[in-house]
């Protein structure tokens, strides 16, 4: 619409300055900054290795899975004996 007012030319975006780093092209500044120190923080060489006495965990919820599993099949082996016994009686 022409309504007589007058518009300032938009202004062009300032431009940004990039460089090629270990991680890819990042944005020169403190941004690149802290994206490098991340990428270092969680590099694999950063990681400690895991050392040789890892924890099992199949074992661990084997032995968890037998410690619950056990006492309800014992019980269930001498509900179902009281239960033929019962009957025989019945009988």
């Known amino acids: 619409r022409g ?5 300032a030319p938009a202004a062009a975006a300032p431009a940004i300055d990039y460089e090629e ?22 590099s694999p060489s950063a990681r400690a290795r895991p050392s040789a006495d890892v924890l099992d965990l199949g074992a661990a919820s084997r032995g968890a899975v037998l410690k ?16 033929v016994v019962w009957r025989r009686r019945a009988a």
Do not use: Q, W
Request: positive net charge; charged residues 10%.
């Open 68 to 83: 619950r599993a056990v006492p309800v099949a014992v019980a269930a082996a001498a509900l179902g004996a009281v239960i």
């Open 21 to 42: 780093t270990a991680v890819g092209r990042l944005p020169k500044g403190p941004a690149a900054d802290a994206a490098l120190a991340a990428a270092a923080a969680s």
């Open 3 to 7: 309504n007589g007012a007058v518009h």
